[in-house]
């Protein structure tokens, strides 16, 4: 069976930071690339980061460049998200992905999901 699983969600005060991870099992992802997306209450789940396969290519939505940073293990299968700056906009269920295609930005260029990780950043 086949899973993502997120874990470093929390309740942060605005400006502090949280690592989140994302670990696979069930295959390997070594060529998949790997993105996070996020959905706040009542707003439709959008693009946050992603690394493609071999980690040398990342890419960042326009509001959390410069704050957030996405990288990779492979030989671990795990992906990581470092966000930093947090901001009370920032709050959401934060879902890694991964998938096989070219693209990176849409939820549909991805074939695997986990469950989601709760991020709240309180004012």
């Known amino acids: 069976q086949v899973q993502l699983v997120e874990s470093g969600g929390g309740l942060v005060q605005a400006g502090g930071s949280l690592r989140l991870s994302c670990a696979a099992s069930g295959r390997t992802f070594r060529n998949y690339k790997k993105g996070w997306f996020r959905q706040a209450p009542g707003k439709e789940r959008e693009f946050v980061a992603a690394i493609s396969w071999s980690g040398s290519n990342t890419y960042y939505a326009d509001s959390v460049k410069g704050r957030f940073t996405i990288s990779r293990d492979n030989a671990k299968n795990t992906v990581y998200l470092q966000m930093s700056s947090l901001k009370p906009e920032d709050t959401g269920v934060y879902y890694c992905?991964?998938?096989?295609?070219?693209?990176?930005?849409?939820?549909?260029?991805?074939?695997?999901w986990g469950q989601g990780t709760q991020v709240t950043v309180s004012s």
């Open positions: 992905a991964a998938g096989v295609n070219a693209g990176v930005y849409s939820d549909w260029n991805y074939d695997y």
